[in-house]
């Protein structure tokens, strides 16, 4: 199938009501969830994957990642209107959109805001596209070694770059690592940590440690939460039009923030969050005025919208060809697949081309449908801005229980949900990342099997990781990274004495 | 100003999980070779590196000052994880209606605005709200009213 082939029968594939309705579902809940502060991406995500057992695993795909771009646009309403980033990505979006609002121009960044996702999201498609059918062939050449050392890499990346403490960062992954030795080992048939609980046999539940980690520290953190203060200024479709020297002002900050959120996305480990931050950093230094940013630049707000829509697409790439999830949220659409039955890698293409190609149009069109339904709904999610938190928790809380139960049908998930509640709460108080320890969870087995494989190839000796070109390369790449957050963490220590 | 204990505790708890880990594993499966590795192998190998973390995040903030702690909200922890428990073991005892209505009156408990009146309504609300979505729509197995028998 050619790539032409391939998106045309995948856009008569997403037109498909039955797998239409599901994308509009998605991107309307993500874009509320992004708005309102508290709930982002992840516990959102993790709410809807028990939703996903009933129905097919394309249109379950299509959902949830419109979930991920939708909360991406809904956190930039948030951030623009009240400087309330509902989502990280969207943190830097306040950066000017608030100033911009103050000065009464709040429709224009919201309008620049959409213009700039949908046209990120374009950019991002191209590179899914382009690069997919690319590295999946490339994908055919990996061996036992090679995914081994790449997955190492991707938990490397994760954790040092754009961490403010990465041996912090690095201590969730391995907890994640280890908590994914629960259960049956695959190899030997043993049972590892279960502690003679049937109910572990199979693992920790994936579900369970999301919305433990994501929905209830989410929730306990919000309970006290304050009656925000609402928007009082009304915004209708007249104030959503730029003016002509914005419009001009446009075309450089996107194409720069796609690109550059499309190379960032497409690596495994650095996600949208940090190519939201570089693309605002990118713009402030080719600005010929970077003296108007913090106080209400065009270029602040769309930029880092473009950049972080391009790497929400782009980070299907390594998800989807080589079953390597990037970030924590590609994690969880890892997980939802693998719970129908589905790994990803290299033979997806051709094996389900129905899911691949569907799954890109489906990105265009909810893209698009974001763009269109935002326009007349931006009274309402203004609006919804207003409804106390105090109203929703208990629902949500009530929500995450059943939908924890309908998977395995045990109550004792509903327990064990409570704990690891409890434990998420803890870390993020303390400061430690809990969406690492899910990737961690999630590759930890992918990693154990292929390391085995790959010690078993190489008749247990490790320089096999070195005697292959891509593995070495992998090696080479963690181990610089490495040197790299420890020249840093060497160079804060001195600059920490002398000050 | 006073000492960083959310590293201090934070790191040595993680050591403490490393260490029980890979001695647990160590004690009980496996380790085998480097070419036929063992159920063991991976789970010493993280738990002993996870120690060796948590102790290199937990010595250096010994030493080290830290700004204000962050708060700890001991009412809306215990609120939530209460109101947890008692679904999670409640929902085949006092059936959905109870569970979900006993549930919502113990996470509104903390909330910022007190009042009895929000709270009774909310509880009914949402427990219609659950028995006709996973009741009615979605037909879970799960009984709707305590069994009298």
């Known amino acids: 199938m050619t790539t032409w082939e391939g998106l045309m029968h995948g856009i008569g594939f997403a037109l498909q009501p039955g797998v239409l309705v599901y994308c509009v579902l998605g991107v309307v809940l993500g874009t509320f969830v992004g708005v309102l502060p508290g709930i982002g991406a992840m516990a959102a995500i993790s709410l809807l994957l028990p939703i996903t057992y009933y129905i097919t695993p394309e249109a379950a795909l299509i959902m949830l990642a419109g979930v991920y771009y939708g909360a991406q646009y809904g956190g930039s309403v948030a951030s623009i209107l009240m400087r309330l980033p509902g989502t990280p990505q969207s943190a830097v979006t306040s950066l000017d959109g608030y100033p911009l609002a103050r000065e009464g121009r709040a429709g224009v960044a919201l309008f620049t805001a959409m213009a700039s996702s949908f046209a990120g999201s374009l950019i991002g498609i191209a590179v899914l596209v382009t690069l997919a059918g690319w590295l999946s062939r490339a994908a055919t050449a990996f061996g036992a070694a090679d995914y081994a050392a790449m997955m190492i890499l991707g938990l490397v990346a994760a954790s040092t770059i754009g961490s403010t403490s990465p041996v912090k960062s690095f201590a969730m992954v391995v907890l994640g690592l280890l908590l994914g030795c629960v259960g049956t080992d695959v190899n030997s048939g043993v049972q590892r940590f279960t502690f003679g609980r049937t109910e572990l046999l199979d693992g920790i539940n994936l579900v369970a440690l999301a919305m433990g980690l994501f929905g209830v520290a989410e929730l306990i953190a919000n309970v006290r939460d304050p009656d925000r203060q609402g928007v009082t200024e009304r915004i209708g479709l007249r104030g959503l039009m730029p003016r002509r020297d914005d419009l001009r002002r446009l075309p450089g900050p996107i194409l720069r923030g796609g690109a550059l959120g499309s190379f960032f996305g497409a690596l495994p480990g650095t996600g949208s969050t940090l190519s939201s931050f570089l693309a605002y950093a990118l713009e402030r230094r080719v600005s010929r005025r970077p003296e108007r940013f913090g106080k209400g630049a065009i270029e602040g707000v769309s930029a880092p919208e473009a950049a972080n829509n391009a790497a929400a697409i782009s980070a299907f790439v390594p998800t989807l060809t080589l079953g390597i999830p990037g970030d924590p949220i590609m994690a969880l659409m890892l997980g939802a697949l693998v719970i129908h039955g589905i790994q990803p890698g290299p033979l997806m293409l051709e094996a389900r081309p129905e899911m691949f190609w569907g799954l890109v149009a489906s990105f265009g069109i909810g893209n698009l449908l974001l763009l269109i339904l935002n326009l007349p709904l931006i009274g309402i999610w203004v609006s919804m801005l207003r409804i106390p938190f105090r109203w929703l928790y208990p629902a949500i809380l009530v929500f995450l229980c059943l939908g924890v139960y309908s998977v395995r049908g045990l109550t004792f998930d509903i327990l064990a949900v409570a704990a690891i509640g409890l434990a998420g709460y803890l870390l993020a108080l303390a400061r430690f990342s809990p969406a690492l320890l899910l990737l961690g969870f999630v590759l930890g087995p992918l990693i154990e099997t292929n390391l085995r494989r790959a010690m078993l190839i190489g008749r247990g000796d490790p320089m096999i990781f070195l005697e292959r070109p891509i593995a070495a390369g992998f090696v080479l790449a963690t181990a610089g990274l490495l040197v790299l957050a420890l020249w840093q963490a060497w160079r804060r220590r001195a600059a920490r004495r002398r000050g | ?149």
């Not at chain 2, 063992?38 to 590196?49: C, D, E, H, Q, S």
């Open chain 2, 1 to 149: 100003m006073q000492k960083d204990w959310p590293d201090i505790l934070g790191g040595l708890t993680l050591a403490a999980l490393g260490a029980a880990a890979a001695g647990w594993a160590l004690a009980h499966y496996d380790i085998g070779s480097l070419r036929r590795m063992g159920p063991g192998f991976f789970p010493v190998a993280l738990g002993t590196l996870l120690t060796g973390l948590g102790l290199a995040i937990a010595l250096p903030a010994l030493g080290r000052q830290a700004g204000p702690r962050p708060g700890f909200e001991p009412c809306a922890v215990l609120a939530v994880l209460a109101a947890i428990l008692v679904f999670g073991l409640g929902l085949f005892r006092i059936g959905l209606v109870g569970a979900t209505a006993a549930a919502v009156l113990i996470a509104t408990l903390p909330a910022p605005h007190p009042g009895r009146v929000w709270r009774l309504v909310l509880a009914l609300a949402i427990s219609a709200l659950t028995v006709l979505v996973f009741g009615l729509g979605l037909r879970m197995n799960i009984p709707l009213w305590p069994r009298l028998s």
